[in-house]
């Protein structure tokens, strides 16, 4: 059998990072090395926090600390407008979230959305996979994705009828729940409308 290389997120737990990069690609065109100077930088805080360190590593925080400090650390240097639709434990529709999206990304240039999805294989047992991912564009019935992933099973693309917004209403059929909550939707200042 061919050995196959790492790629991120199969020993790392930074796809969150990865997130804002992406979303700074699509927002400000960042390039590789002003990348790599953000991605160090927070990196660099969050380690200076050794319980926060430690949930990084092993995946025992949502993240949502990490993200937000990297947008505001982001912003001071690429204009950023970031709004947060949704309240913790608000109850989101998938047609609410949608329109959300929908209207944000398409209404101007330069505009773009984090959020995180759970991936679940036998429910009601605990999501297999808790991603962070970046929205490169949305239609009427699919999200797709500007995603850090290489893995062969990665998820590019959410259907509309195919995800859920309330992690009780994870079955069989529908493993997929998109957190409301953690969606921050980015916009260049002065971003154009479309």
Same mark, same amino acid.
């Given at each position: 059998?061919?050995?196959?290389?790492?790629?991120?997120?199969?020993?790392?737990?930074?796809?969150?990072?990865?997130?804002?990069?992406?979303?700074?690609?699509?927002?400000?065109?960042?390039?590789?090395?002003?990348?790599?100077?953000l991605f160090?930088?927070? !990196?660099?805080?969050?380690?200076?926090?050794?319980?926060?360190?430690?949930?990084?590593?092993?995946?025992?925080?949502?993240?949502?600390?990490?993200?937000?400090?990297?947008?505001?650390?982001?912003?001071?240097?690429?204009?950023?407008?970031?709004?947060?639709?949704?309240?913790?434990?608000?109850?989101?529709?998938?047609?609410?979230?949608?329109d959300t999206?929908?209207?944000?990304?398409?209404?101007?240039?330069?505009?773009?959305?984090? !959020?995180?999805?759970?991936?679940?294989?036998?429910?009601?047992?605990?999501?297999?996979?808790?991603?962070?991912?970046?929205?490169?564009?949305?239609?009427?019935?699919?999200?797709? !994705?500007?995603?850090?992933?290489?893995?062969?099973?990665?998820?590019?693309?959410?259907?509309?009828?195919?995800?859920?917004?309330?992690?009780?209403?994870?079955?069989?059929?529908d493993l997929?729940?998109?957190?409301?909550?953690?969606?921050?939707?980015?916009?260049?200042?002065?971003?154009?409308?479309?």
């Amino acid at each position: 059998m061919m050995m196959k290389p790492f790629y991120q997120g199969k020993v790392d737990t930074f796809c969150a990072l990865y997130a804002v990069l992406n979303a700074l690609r699509l927002t400000h065109s960042i390039r590789t090395l002003q990348g790599r100077s953000l991605f160090s930088a927070e !990196l660099l805080r969050i380690a200076k926090n050794p319980v926060l360190f430690r949930q990084v590593l092993d995946q025992t925080t949502d993240y949502i600390d990490v993200i937000d400090s990297m947008i505001q650390t982001s912003s001071q240097i690429h204009p950023l407008i970031c709004v947060i639709p949704f309240a913790p434990n608000t109850d989101v529709s998938v047609d609410q979230l949608w329109d959300t999206l929908d209207l944000w990304i398409n209404s101007r240039t330069n505009s773009t959305a984090l !959020l995180r999805f759970m991936r679940y294989i036998n429910p009601p047992c605990d999501p297999c996979v808790r991603h962070w991912t970046t929205v490169g564009s949305i239609t009427n019935t699919t999200i797709h !994705l500007f995603d850090s992933s290489h893995e062969a099973d990665a998820i590019l693309h959410l259907d509309k009828d195919r995800i859920k917004t309330n992690e009780k209403q994870i079955t069989s059929a529908d493993l997929l729940y998109v957190q409301p909550s953690s969606i921050r939707l980015l916009r260049l200042k002065g971003a154009l409308p479309r």
